[in-house]
């Protein structure tokens, strides 16, 4: 295990009727004038935001509202954003929706407190400071509920890239997996989907003797496969929307990628895919994965094999591992088939002849010198080879 540090802060509020404390919790925290930033139409329509708004107000606390947010969230409502806050004072900002609202949110927190383009912290730059940041998550998929991450796609030449750093952390999240019952089936199980691509991402690794991390990302694995196709079944179920939600946060608050390298190959090529398309993260992650483990899996072929056999329930062949480790890929690509997700470029609405675009925004955009690193070192070759395999 490689030596670490690991900070968390985020205040855990869980369970039914609990988007009632919203103002509550602002207050805890310290808000005075928020932003409530919302999507396009679902919590409005469900009366999430009223409800908000309500607890704000018996709060007695002041607030500006922003709605708008899309799927793959935009640069330029973020500019937006940034703009009120500082017009109107604003020292909080909540977050009412799933990871596009969180990841603006942020973005808006990071840029207010800071002279230059907000865009500098999705250029590499750390972000060290943010107005403090709630969240009320309808969507179990990023983890942006609990994470230092947050990312925003750029409409100039329309390219995705991600910011870190602990500021942006939320300081409270509050988790009612009921609000996600009103979810498409489809993004529930983009959700699901993007759940196990994160915790994959820390699976597949470079450090040696991992095992409490191996042994929780093969539980979260678990537990996905088996929520999974029980709320496809009963959107209804609010035990496995529960159990599927607090997945979605320990999936990516980093509590499974401690003390190891990550991978984050597969979600480097999606990103191209969900910014040129527009397309679900999730699905576009569906099409992307199994691709890329099969391209790298000799790499470390027992760590495909290990994973096959203690959550795909595939026989270990000791002679031949890379065929365990094969029958893993498909078998996890099956299941998210089986989810309602898409296999290829065709059923994604991605295009073959963008491949040379693709791979070049990818390897050379933004700073990037022909290659993206992770599990393996993958070179523009390398990823045209992965892109053609997903047609
Ligand atoms: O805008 P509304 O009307 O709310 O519709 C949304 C949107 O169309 C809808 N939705 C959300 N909650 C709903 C609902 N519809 C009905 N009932 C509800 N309760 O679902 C659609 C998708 O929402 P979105 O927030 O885009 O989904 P998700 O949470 O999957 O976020 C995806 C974004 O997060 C980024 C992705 O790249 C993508 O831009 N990621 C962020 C990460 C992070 N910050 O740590 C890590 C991830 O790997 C990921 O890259
Ligand atoms: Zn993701």
């Not at 369970?15 to 404390?21: A, F, L, V």
């Not at 005075?32 to 679902?42: A, D, E, I, Q, W």
């Not at 500082?86 to 603006?104: N, R």
């Not at 509590?255 to 993260?281: F, K, M, P």
Request: glycine share 10%.
């Amino acid at each position: 295990m490689e030596n670490f540090t690991f900070y968390s802060p985020t205040f855990f509020v869980f369970g039914k009727d609990t988007e009632s404390q919203a103002g509550e919790y602002v207050k805890r925290f310290g808000g005075t004038k928020v932003l409530v930033h919302f999507g396009g139409k679902s919590a409005k329509s469900s009366g999430l935001l009223d409800r908000v708004e309500a607890s704000l107000q018996k709060e007695g606390i002041p607030y500006v509202t922003l709605g708008g947010v899309k799927p793959n969230p935009r640069s330029g409502l973020v500019y937006e954003g940034i703009d009120l806050c500082k017009k109107e004072g604003v020292d909080f900002i909540l977050a009412v929706g799933g990871g596009s609202v969180i990841d603006s949110s942020k973005a808006i927190a990071a840029g207010v407190v800071y002279d230059g383009d907000f865009w500098d912290f999705y250029s590499g730059k750390p972000i060290e400071e943010a107005l403090p940041v709630g969240t009320i998550l309808t969507i179990a998929a990023t983890g942006s509920e609990g994470s230092p991450d947050s990312v925003i796609t750029k409409e100039e030449g329309m390219f995705k890239r991600g910011a870190s750093g602990n500021a942006i952390r939320p300081k409270f999240s509050i988790l009612n997996p009921a609000l996600t019952q009103t979810l498409p089936p489809y993004q529930t199980a983009a959700g699901i989907t993007d759940i196990m691509a994160h915790l994959y991402e820390r699976y597949l690794t470079n450090s040696k003797e991992v095992e409490v991390t191996d042994r929780l990302i093969e539980a979260l694995l678990l537990t996905m496969k088996h929520e999974g196709p029980r709320v496809i079944a009963d959107p209804d179920n609010y035990e496995a929307r529960a159990n599927i939600m607090w997945a979605g946060m320990v999936a990516h608050n980093n509590t499974c990628g401690v003390g190891r390298s990550q991978d984050w190959n597969s979600h480097n090529i999606e990103h191209e895919l969900s910014a040129l398309y527009d397309c679900a993260h999730g699905a576009g992650l569906a099409v992307t994965m199994p691709a890329v483990f099969k391209y790298v899996m000799n790499h470390d072929v027992n760590r495909f094999a290990k994973v096959a056999v203690r959550v795909w329930g595939c026989q270990m062949d000791f002679d031949h591992p890379e065929v365990t480790a094969l029958e893993g890929i498909n078998a996890f690509q099956n299941f998210l088939v089986s989810l309602g997700m898409p296999k290829n470029f065709e059923q994604l609405g991605a295009k073959a002849e963008d491949i040379p675009k693709l791979v070049d925004v990818l390897c050379n955009g933004d700073g990037r010198t022909g290659s993206i690193s992770g599990f393996v070192t993958l070179n523009e070759d390398d990823c045209t080879k992965i892109y053609e395999m997903m047609v």
